[in-house]
């Protein structure tokens, strides 16, 4: 089993950061990408970011230049830095890892993230 444990949500003002983080531990291996998704009231869930193992990153249009993702393969770890925040990044935000024998996705539990206008 993967567990993936998120941590670094809360309440910001527009314009503001906040840095997430989501460790994992468990039966780790093959881990092939790991990355971020959001889901707002309503709306379905979309990729924020996502690093592979070799290091390419992927974003979302919406969050080019303004998010960073990037990882510590030592500690399995990634992070996710956000600034110029928007009231419309307000979300519920879940930790992805991809990997594992099929490959498989496994996911965190979420964190809040509400930005105040």
């Known amino acids: 089993q993967v567990q993936l444990v998120e941590s670094g949500g809360g309440l910001v003002q527009a314009g503001g950061s906040l840095r997430l983080s989501c460790a994992a531990s468990g039966s780790i291996f093959n881990i092939r990408a790991m990355g971020w998704y959001r889901q707002a009231p309503g709306k379905q869930r979309e990729l924020v970011a996502r690093i592979w193992s070799g290091g390419t990153t992927t974003y979302a249009d919406s969050v080019k230049g303004r998010f960073t993702i990037s990882k510590d393969n030592a500690k399995n770890t990634v992070y996710l830095q956000m600034n110029s925040l928007k009231f419309e990044d307000t979300a519920v935000y879940y930790c992805?890892?991809?990997?594992?024998?099929?490959?498989?996705?496994?996911w965190g539990r979420g964190t809040q993230i509400t930005v105040s206008s």
């Open positions: 992805n890892l991809f990997g594992g024998l099929s490959p498989a996705d496994y």
